[in-house]
């Protein structure tokens, strides 16, 4: 279970249940004018029915009163529960922001107990093994690891370094940091997380307020049609055109079903995305990504692991693999870089060691002049590993050719090869490569099934980038980029008339993502990143991009599903209705043929489409907060299969509801 995950418990039901009736204020409504028609309509036909108590129109015009309410009533329901799950994974993350103290450093290197809601931007806190991270900072001194569970949901700790960013809320399990504040209180990532996922902060998208805007057009159609058929109807009597049966007929017609689940369905989609560790800026950030053509990934971090990674010993004639390793192990051991890590790993592997040896000697770092690092042993022999330039100028010429070209073929495959020499003779060659992250290359097949194009940007010269792109897996790929180059590839393929989507990590990936429709910055980033994207990965996964996409899809085609539903159903309630009101005009009689579900009474056709009506809307509430299945493939396949499979749907289960319900109506006399 991750950290955004949550539970509907009895006390969020009964929030729930306020809500929905607090909702019912006109003001509130009046955001909703297909489901306020509805509710003046309630309003109408209650006063009528407090008018006919003792009159013989009284159980009628009191039961189609009631249904009218309970219309409205679960269409406030359905906005009410998707706010709530959205409240309760903010009061998750309300339980996990706490306020704690936190050691602020002095100017004389000493610190003092404050509380973490006193600092502000640019203090400088000590962290020590098990103190929560009282801010989101930057560490400026030391190397720990990180519990970010509470964030992030994943148990494995991460390293944070020098350089990295830190967030408030975290705990800090081993070794000490030194981290700078870089939020003010209240501004911090989980205050902005907390903001982002309840209800509330939504802001309708610019394709919810058209299909708003649509729905008032076709209730404003709907409104004038009944009310010109007013006049023309009472050409055949008053029993035709009463105006409960006229209200009836309206909120029939129009389309309630979408009207009471529209704002549902987009609350639900930001949730959806904050359930896969995403958070969202915005609804228009999820609701782009459900339309985008284009995905640029960078290389370093993002599609790979970020640090590159020994994968081979490569020995020069008359040396064997072992010694390589082995003289590779001990010019390493001292070497804490990711790189030296990596070598001692493999070596250890090809060696076949469960502990690392010790040996006496005096360790050589890495200059920058000399480019070069290893180990003086105590026995007296030197061994050194680095670039191979360097490494050639202190072998000896016999071996200098083989090794210059062991070193030429891992540059031409997109690996960085070091030298490796004991005592000015040289062994060989370590090959270094990217290490692409995993699972990536199934993630973009599925891409490319739903039509969408991804490109890699990379600083790295074309051979390496050629590399990574083929493993990967990736459309395209783009290398040698500059930050504003990136930032001009997202405005050539914009400038097409195409969606963007863009992840990053980096300080350099920050302008692009800011350009970019869809800006997915990694968790593990820089501050600049996560601030100028409009989603954060909390889990720091460029492949939830995948996730985020299939969401913003999801998103879009449960609106245009249920939309599809909502119109078509329509239908059915048509046959039931038309027919009923007229049924008692003898000119008008042909109008019978047209009741082709055998419905026994005017009365009881209305009642029952007026039911089905409203129970239809809390039975689709799950499709609504869930959304509707949605499987890779290309667009216009998918738009066909969904407008067929609900525009039929549609069309059926009013029929058959409808039928049903008038004859559950005759059983209690009441059809």
Known sequence: MTAMSHTMDSSYFMQVLKDTFAKL?????VRN?????????????????IGSIGKAAFQYELLVTIVLFFTILFATFAESYAEARGRAQADFLRRTKSSTRAKRLKGDGAWEWVSSE???????????????????????????????????????????????????????????????????PGQTFLDRMIALVEGASRQKTPNEIALSALLGVLTLIFLLVVVTLVPQARYYGPHATDTTTMVALLVCLIPTTIGALLSAIGIAGMNRVAQVDVVAKSGRAVEAAGDIDTIILDKTGTITIGNRMATEFMPVTSVRVEEVAEAALLASLSDSTPEGRSVVELAKDVLHLEALPLVEGEAVPFSAHTRMSGIDLAD???????????????????????????????AGEGGTPLAVEIDGRALGVIRLKDIVKSGLKERFDDFRRMGIRTVMATGDNRITAAVIAQEAGVDDFIAELKPEDKIETIKREQSEGKLVAMTGDGTNDAPALAQADVGLAMNTGTMAAKEAGNMIDLESNPTKLLDVVMVGKQLLITRGALTTFSIANDVAKY???????????????????????????????????????ALIIPALIPFAIRGVTYRAEAADKMLARNIFNWGVLGIVIPFVGIWGIDRVLGLFGLA
Request: proline share 6%.
């Open 575 to 613: 046959f039931a209705i038309i027919p009923a009101m007229f049924a008692a005009v003898p000119t008008l009689s042909v109008l019978s043929k047209l009741n082709i579900m055998g419905l026994k009474t005017p009365h009881g056709a209305i009642l029952s489409a007026l039911i089905f009506n």
């Open 25 to 29: 204020n006109p003001v509130e409504m």
């Open 380 to 410: 007296g022999r030197q061994i050194r590993k680095g670039a191979i330039s360097a490494i050639v100028e202190i072998s000896s010429a016999e071996k200098r050719p083989e090794l210059e070209k062991l070193a030429e073929a891992v």
């Open 33 to 49: 004018p297909v489901m306020f028609v509805v509710e003046i309509g309630t309003v109408v036909t209650l006063i009528f029915t």
């Open 118 to 184: 006193e600092l502000t931007m640019g203090m400088r806190v000590l962290v020590e093994p098990d103190d929560v991270i009282p801010s989101d900072g930057e560490v400026v001194e030391g190397v720990g690891s990180v519990d970010e569970s509470t964030i992030t949901g994943e148990s494995a700790p991460v390293i944070k370094a020098t350089g990295d960013s830190v967030t408030g809320g975290t705990r800090l399990l081993s070794d000490q940091l030194v981290v700078r504040i870089t939020t003010n």
